[in-house]
C-alpha cells in the first residue's frame, strides 16, 4: 500500500492501484490463470463496482488528511489537530460503509474481500500507521503522555469514528450526538496530552 516515502500524488496513486488491485482479485477465479469474471451482481447492479469505484475515489483523500498530520508536530495542541481528523475520519466512514452495505450483501463477495484483506493486499494498517506516527512524534516532544500506547490510541481513535458511522447508518441522523459532538468526546476521551497540558 502507501507508505511514507511517497509524496502525495504518488501515495494517491498507489492507493488507487491497490483498491483496484483488489477489485480484479474479487472478480477472478482461482485456478483460471487469473482470467477476470465478473462476480454475480449483489445489491442491485454494479454495487461492488460502485463500492470500489467510491473507495478508489475517497481512500487516497482520506489516507492524505492522515500522512499530512507530521506537518502539525509541535504546533498548536494534539487534541485540537485530531478534532478534525476524527471529524472526517467520521464523514469518511459512513460514505464508504453506506457504499460497502449493499455490495457486501453477498456471501461470496465477503469471503473474497476476506481473502484479499488477509493476502495483504489490504486492510486497517494504512490508516493506523501514519495516525500513530503522529502520536509517537508528538510523544518524544512531550506533548503526549508517556505512557500513551500511540498504535493503541490511533486504532482506537479510528474505531470510535468508525462506531458512530456504523450506528448513524442504522438508526439515522439525528439521534444521539451529532459528527461533530462524536468527534470532540473521541479526541477529549483519548485522554492523550499530559495532565498538565488537559488542565
Given at each position: ?143 503526549v503522555a508517556a505512557g500513551v500506547d500511540p498504535t ?48
Amino acid at each position: 500500500m502507501a507508505t511514507p516515502s511517497l509524496d502525495p500524488y504518488q501515495r494517491a496513486q498507489e492507493t488507487r492501484r491497490s483498491v483496484l488491485e483488489m477489485a480484479v482479485f474479487m472478480k477472478r477465479e482461482d485456478g483460471d490463470d487469473a482470467t477476470v469474471r465478473r462476480l454475480p451482481p449483489v445489491g442491485g447492479s454494479g454495487a461492488v463496482d460502485r463500492y470500489f469505484a467510491l473507495l478508489q475515489d475517497r481512500l487516497p483523500v482520506w489516507l492524505h488528511i492522515l500522512h499530512n498530520l507530521d506537518h502539525l508536530v509541535g504546533k498548536g495542541r494534539v487534541s485540537d489537530n485530531l478534532l478534525p481528523i476524527a471529524r472526517a475520519g467520521i464523514d469518511y466512514y459512513v460514505e464508504t460503509l453506506s457504499a460497502a452495505l449493499p455490495a457486501f450483501s453477498s456471501p461470496t463477495v465477503t469471503v473474497r474481500f476476506r481473502e484479499a484483506v488477509r493476502g495483504g493486499r489490504f486492510g486497517p494498517m494504512p490508516e493506523i500507521v501514519p495516525l500513530a506516527e503522529y502520536l509517537a512524534a508528538e510523544q518524544r516532544a512531550g506533548r503526549v503522555a508517556a505512557g500513551v500506547d500511540p498504535t493503541a490510541s490511533a486504532r482506537l481513535m479510528l474505531a470510535a469514528c468508525f462506531q458512530h458511522a456504523y450506528f448513524e447508518l442504522f438508526t439515522g441522523g439525528g439521534f444521539g450526538p451529532s459528527r461533530d459532538e462524536w468527534a470532540e468526546e473521541i479526541v477529549r476521551e483519548l485522554r492523550l496530552e499530559p495532565a498538565a497540558q488537559r488542565a
